[in-house]
Each structure stands twice: as C-alpha cells, then as structure tokens.
C-alpha cells in the first residue's frame, strides 16, 4: 500500500474535522436533530465523578435512523434523555429541525420543555396503561394535548394501521403479546405526528424470534412513514440490521459514526473492532517500523511478522505494543493460506460449529490465543490436528495499544 493509499485510508476513519461556523449553522438549520458539545458530569455517593456525556456532537439529517450503541453504562440513555428534555446538560445545546430547545449558556429555565419539543419516545416498559384500551392508549397523547375528538380519532385509526394493530384496538395491553404491545407504544409515538422518535431500547423484553421479526417491522414502518429516528441498543446485531448510521459511544463519548459497513470494514480503533461484530486478536510488539509496515513480534514464540501500519496516528515506535485484529471470515485455515504477504499462524484445532447458513472452526494458536475461522465447509479436521491458519495482509486492522481505551 502507497503511503498516498495510506492517507487516504486515514482520512476515512478519523474523525470528521470540524466544518468552519457558518458551514456549522447551515447543517444545524437543516438537520433534523443536532447536539453541540454536550457534557454532563455527575458525582456518585462515594464522591467519584461520572461523566456519561463528554463533549457529545452529531447531527441527523430528516427520514434518517440513527443507532446509538456502546456498552452499559456508556451514556446513550443519558444522551436520550437530554435530546427528550428529561435530563439538562451542563453544557451544549440541542436543537430539533433547527429549532434550539436547550441551550447551557441561557440556563435550564429557558429549556423548552419535554411536551413541546415534538418529540416520540418509547421505552423498554413500553409504559401502556394497563386500564385503557389500545385505542385509549394511543389517542391519550392527543387528549393530553386538546385535540379536538373528531381529529383524534381520525389520527389513532391512521396510527394503528401504520403499526400493524388495527385489529386490537378494542383490547386491553396485558391481553396482549410482548410484541404487539411494543407497537402500540408505537403507534403512541406516531400518533402525535412527531418527526423525531426516540427508542430506549424497545425490542429488550420480547424474545430472540419476535425481537427479529419486529426489528425487520420498525425499519419497514419508519421507512414507510418517513420519520427520523435515534435507537438506543446495546445489541450490536440489532445496530447493523436497522441504522442508516450507528454512532458507537464509549465512557460518554462518540468514538466513531457511520454506516454499518464502514465501522464494521474500517473501525477507528480496537475499541470499535472488537465492539462491531466478532474479532480475533494478538497484541504484538514492534521492532521495527518502514514506510507502511511495521515488524512485530508475536507473542508466545509465534516469532515476528510484517503487518500493516497503524490507519491513523503516527508510525509506532519500537517497543510499541499493538493490537492486530480480524474478522473470522477472513481466517482460513491449511492450504487456503493466503499467500504472499499474509499473517501465517501455527495452531491446532479444537471444534467446529454448524451455524446455519455457514460453519465456524476454532483454532487454538501455540501460544493459546484461540481464534475463529467461519467457512461453508461441513467437514472439520480431527481434533488436536495440527495446521496453520492465515490471513490476508488486506484484511488486517492494527491499532496502537493506548487507541484501545
């Protein structure tokens, strides 16, 4: 790879240079939704600071889903809450279809407030009024705001049918099943003609094959109906099924934003490699950096290689230690070792696994590193064979040890 080929690649995965102020307000003005260096720090009981936000910043454009996943505790229910008004920044301001509804700088008393923003929100408890009709259930926002009852009923039966549920709007909610009741909750969302809908992660109480079949349903209806939506997930499966674009956080903080694809083929770290989709891993330590390869030393005497440098940040220097990941449908195994140039690895294997639409073989590396291997084959080697397992130079994703955190 040419070091011209290199910075190209750079540029792809860093982070997006800020745009010059005027360039900032016309994409504010446009976009559906933008948060500007949000930042909220809080002190737990034993006197330590948390910081679940930590100069968040991000726009959606219009009819756009947008996938906020990261781990527990990473802050997008948080950064949910701010965007609906249930929770006030320190600092930053939110703005939605280029209307601000909270700015630090003027004070929390001039937020707008959570019932004027046009906002929908859904939550995991779908919070359904267990004495109340479906019908009921979704018309009570447009009561709560004095729609006139004629309006109101024309706006529900539009509702319901965008959801699905048209045939149980007489039903009370705990007649119901997990997944129906998640559509009701929202058809409530959809009733009140938000352009902005919120999801706290919905699909968390409903079955691994309801969870599926109404993931495919979400994504139909807001296709269909054309709102924008932000989708709080830790689910990294669910986050590739459904976003134009996920936004992966971590402690507060938006590490990388893009296409599914994009992070899963060029993530911006260790951190995001590991977190989209399954990874395999060495940490090795370099002896020598040139040009747009650096040689390392494996670990547990699997002896030194020649990988690719680092995508962004400088050339490491000797006696950096690196993480060298990939994907296992990118590992192949015996004599499909790709060659030349390839990351040749020792190894025995210990078990294959019938996966459906494809298999998967685990190696165990000499030093005791065990790595995966997807392939179509339905056949595996012995257990304990001993066999060599590689990988394209091409398919190799190297990232500095301190990128990780």
């Known amino acids: ?205 409903v079955d691994a094959k309801v969870r599926e079949e109404l993931r495919l349903q979400l994504r139909e209806t807001q296709r269909r109906v054309g709102f924008t939506a932000v989708y709080v997930t830790h689910d990294q499966v669910e986050a590739m099924e459904m976003a134009d674009r996920i936004a992966v956080l971590d402690r507060g903080r938006v590490v990388q934003i893009g296409p599914p694809d994009q992070l899963y083929r060029q993530p911006a770290s260790a951190f995001v490699a590991r977190f989209i989709g399954t990874a395999n891993e060495l940490t090795a330590t370099v002896v020598a950096a040139h040009g747009d390869s650096v040689t390392a030393e494996l670990p547990g005497g699997l002896g030194r290689c020649e990988l690719p440098a680092p995508a962004t940040g400088p050339l490491p220097a000797n006696g950096t230690p690196v993480h060298v990941i990939w994907r296992p449908e990118h590992t192949v195994i015996d004599g499909r070792v790709p060659e030349p140039g390839a990351l040749v690895l020792p190894g025995k294997f210990i078990l294959g696994r019938y996966l459906g639409a494809f298999s998967e073989a685990l190696v165990e590396l000499t030093d005791g590193t065990r790595v995966r291997a997807a392939t179509t084959d339905q056949e595996f080697p012995e257990t304990g064979r001993q066999l060599r397992v590689g990988v394209a130079r091409e398919n190799l994703h190297v990232f500095p040890a301190e990128a990780s955190a």
């Open 1 to 205: 790879m040419t070091r011209e080929a290199t910075k190209q690649k750079r540029s792809r995965t860093e982070a997006v240079e800020p745009a010059p102020a005027a360039a900032e307000a016309t994409a504010r003005a446009s976009a559906a939704l933008s948060v500007e260096h949000l930042r909220l720090t809080f002190t737990r009981a034993d006197g330590t600071h948390v910081k679940p936000m930590d100069d968040i910043s991000f726009s959606i454009e219009r009819g756009e889903l947008l996938v906020l996943l990261g781990p527990s505790g990473c802050g997008k229910t948080t950064l949910l809450r701010a965007i609906a008004g249930l929770a006030a920044p320190d600092e930053g301001t939110i703005a939605i279809a280029g209307r601000t509804v909270f700015d630090a700088a003027t004070g929390r008393a001039r937020a707008v407030p959570p019932e004027k923003r046009g906002v929908g929100m859904i939550f995991q408890s779908y919070a359904l009024w267990p004495h109340l009709t479906v019908a009921e259930n979704v018309a009570y926002p447009l009561a709560a705001a004095k729609v006139p009852r004629r309006d109101r009923a024309e706006r529900v039966e539009r509702a319901l049918g965008m959801a699905g549920i048209a045939e149980v709007a007489g039903q009370l909610p705990g007649r119901l099943s997990g997944g129906q009741q998640q559509r009701v909750a929202l058809a409530r969302a959809l009733v009140a003609e938000s352009e902005l809908v919120l999801f706290d992660e919905p699909l968390s109480n």
